[in-house]
């Protein structure tokens, strides 16, 4: 949801801002194996339940940590931080990125955003850095914290 008055011209009014929290996405298993497969990274406390079950101080397999970052921007997305003017936002890095608490595979996520800066750049567009904060649902801890950078670029209009 849109907060009311967020666009490209406006973007710095709403620095060291909440822009929103996304809905829920569980991280099932199903989604880890497949995060597996794409990247070949098949460490056994990822994709081996019965070990994990067994031997893992988390009682079960968990997420990959950069499945939990790959999360972040469709889950920001969702959570509203491109303005409804802005024709693309393009992905531009990550400053800074802590992984705090594994996601427990069937475990439930969200993205809390906040606008950290907006800086103006030629030809209308604006860079952003967003801090994420990848809550897990009945944890205190997040799983992680991790600031992101996007380019938007200005759109005709809708």
């Not at 959570?79 to 990550?94: E, F, K, T």
């Not at 750049?121 to 801890?141: A, H, M, S």
């Amino acid at each position: 949801m849109a907060l009311p008055g967020y666009s490209m011209a406006t973007l710095e009014q709403f620095t060291q801002r909440e822009i929103g929290v996304s809905p829920w996405t569980t991280v099932d298993q199903r989604r880890i194996d497949e995060f597996a497969d794409c990247t070949g990274d098949r460490q056994w406390i990822h994709v081996d339940v019965d070990r994990a079950r067994r031997e893992s101080p988390f009682g079960g397999t968990i997420a990959h940590g950069y499945l939990t970052l790959s999360l972040a921007a469709s889950l920001a997305i969702e959570a509203g931080v491109i303005p409804a003017d802005a024709a693309a936002a393009l992905n531009y890095g990550l400053d800074r990125v802590r992984f705090i608490a594994p996601v427990k595979a069937g475990a439930r996520v969200r993205n809390r955003v906040v606008l950290l800066a907006a800086e103006g750049k030629p030809q209308g567009r604006v860079l952003i850095t967003l801090q994420n904060t990848i809550e897990i649902d009945g944890e205190t801890k997040p799983a992680l914290i991790a600031e992101s950078l996007a380019l938007l670029t200005v759109g005709a209009s809708h």
